[in-house]
């Protein structure tokens, strides 16, 4: 019978040499998550909690105070909510077109084709969580030049396949494999430098306004009619005590609950767990299921699921 995966917070399985710039200065204390689907991690060492299609990834970021994940950019959508801590994002081909500040519970839904990072600012470990568009997400990560060559002086080169070679450990590139090419200026040209007030407004949502949007029914966060209005391959929902319902319901594809706060019950034909902040339930498609907060106090979580239109660029209404 079929039953959901539930992929604990206390049991994620870090990567720390995910990415290109893992031996960086100032990027080489991140942890990289994966867990569901692929991710675009750059490692063999990178561990996959849940293998099965969605539609869409789930990953996560952990970073100590003042760490960064530097200028990359995606081909398909990257929505971030932070889990812990505050964090600072922010983009364009340096890092100066803009940036935002967000707290624990905003949502940030990154426009794609602009090179983006983001920065622990708090004064503990931090965790964002991460839906990326696409089984594949888009193929993998985009380097602003600089993080390749700042790389390169560290020790790590990213081969034209896509994966990691590391001299420190006498790595070096197989025959016949040639290393990422930088991107030129001309192509350069084509990733936008959105100014923060082209960003926040459209891209951005608070917790505590989708918290009160959540009073009576799920706030609808990402889709053709959310309040961060898009079509990435799949849409966001966000669900509190006020608007959360024991009825038992299913979906057409794999669905996801990432509990923000509190702690939930979810029930399904045959079983029943309790999530918390920071845990991931992978529902089947078809098995029907209800969550409901287990526990009084504050309750909150994110819904994510799968709508079949087709990854890539940012939608536009």
């Given amino acids: 019978m079929a039953e959901p995966d539930i992929v604990r917070y206390g049991e994620l399985i870090p990567c720390k040499t995910a990415f290109i710039d893992a031996h960086t200065p100032g990027s080489d204390q991140k942890e990289n998550f994966t867990i569901i689907g692929g991710g675009v991690s750059e490692s063999p060492d990178q561990h996959v909690h849940v293998s099965t299609p969605h539609g869409f990834n789930i990953g996560a970021a952990g970073q100590p105070p003042k760490c960064r994940n530097s200028l990359h950019s995606h081909r398909t959508a990257e929505v971030f909510f932070v889990l812990k801590g505050r964090w600072r994002f922010f983009w364009g081909r340096w890092g100066t077109a803009g940036e935002v500040f967000l707290e624990e519970g905003d949502i940030f839904n990154i426009p794609t084709g602009i090179f983006r990072g983001f920065e622990n600012i708090g004064t503990d470990y931090g965790m964002i969580m991460a839906i990326l568009g696409g089984d594949d ?181």
């Avoid at 959310?226 to 319901?249: C, M, Q, Y």
């Avoid at 029943?272 to 504050?298: K, Q």
């Fill in 137 to 317: 997400a888009g193929g993998g990560v985009i380097w602003a030049p600089q993080v390749i060559e700042d790389a390169r002086d560290h020790g790590l080169v990213l081969g034209e396949n896509g994966k990691l070679y590391d001299s420190k450990k006498g790595q070096s590139l197989p025959d016949g494999v040639g290393p990422m090419p930088t991107l030129t200026d001309e192509e350069l040209t084509a990733f936008p430098e959105p100014t923060t007030a082209d960003v926040v407004p459209s891209y951005v949502a608070r917790y505590w306004d989708l918290y009160a949007l959540a009073d009576r029914a799920p706030a609808k966060v990402i889709g053709e009619t959310g309040k961060l209005r898009d079509k990435p391959g799949f849409e966001v929902d966000f669900i509190t005590r006020a608007s959360s319902a024991d009825t038992p319901h299913s979906h057409y594809r794999p669905s996801v609950l990432m509990p923000m706060r509190g702690h939930w019950r979810l029930s399904w034909d045959g079983g029943s767990t309790v999530l918390n902040s920071g845990d991931t339930a992978s529902i089947p498609a078809e098995l029907s299921h209800a969550a409901v907060p287990s526990m009084t106090g504050e309750a909150s979580l994110y819904h994510v699921v799968g709508t079949g239109d087709p990854a890539g660029l940012t939608w536009t209404p």
